[in-house]
């Protein structure tokens, strides 16, 4: 029988949550699996009724990495045919935000795929790490390039040369996630953050996540304008007048997504 190697679930209103299923590889990430896990990604960011998404793995793995049984013979027309790159860049066109929930190794691919989130909540025992030196090659799914920019060249040389691993305490001091609890609460932090950013204004939501993500590619001066652009569409939302209005009211605003 087919192994579900993604289990999809709805655990709060407006929150959709992907769990990555290959625990025997500790979810190493195979093409079935990152297939089933960016159709899944994509069908909730199509779907009206979720607003916010969880991606999680087990306790013991988020992800140990790409699956290096799939990668150990191919040559580099190969890793391309695979669509390889495609299957991850399509996390990069997911409007809603996605939260990672983490516990224990988050390693190759699997800390990449943490950092292609949006945010991060990590179980105490998360381990961050970039070991592809081990194996003769280098971080492919943008391990070097987020990394540098979120904590630094420095730590970045390290983990990227040296395979340093990060602890959970290590990755919340530098910046690398959100927020760092004890292991029987990551899953339910994760969701109750996603269930509170579900109940914020949606449009807004998804603009607020794209505006940030275009800070980190693109000259101040150009950001501030794609910012206040952002901003003053926001004015032809639903949403907008009634945020303002609820404000003005005194009472909770009822978003539309609209
Ligand atoms: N691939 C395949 N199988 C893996 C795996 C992986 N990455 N990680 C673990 N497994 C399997 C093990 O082979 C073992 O399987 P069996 O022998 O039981 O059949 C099972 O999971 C349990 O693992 P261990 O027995 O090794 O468990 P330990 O607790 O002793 O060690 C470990 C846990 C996580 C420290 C160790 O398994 C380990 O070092 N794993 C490899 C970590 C690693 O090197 N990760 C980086 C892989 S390279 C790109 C996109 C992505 C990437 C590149 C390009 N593009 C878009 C271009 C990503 C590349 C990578 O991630």
Redesign the pocket.
Known sequence: MDEQVVLVERPADGVGLVRLNRP???N??NGPLMYALMDALDAMDRDPAIRCMVITGSDR?FA??????E?AQATPAE?VEMA??A??ERLRAIRKPVIAAVSG?A????C?LALACDLIVASDTAVFGQ??I??G?I???GGTQRLARTIGKALTMEMVLNDRRLTAAEAERFGLVNRVVPLADYLDTAITMAAQIAARAPVAAQAAKDAVNVALETSLTAGLAYERNQFYALFSTQDQKEGMTAFLEKRSPTWKGK
């Open positions: 025997r590889a500790l190493a990430l793995a140990a990495g790409a699956d290096i049984s990668m890793m390889f790159i299957r991850w190794f390693l190759g691919g699997g990449e070991p592809e081990n194996l090659v971080p492919g799914a």
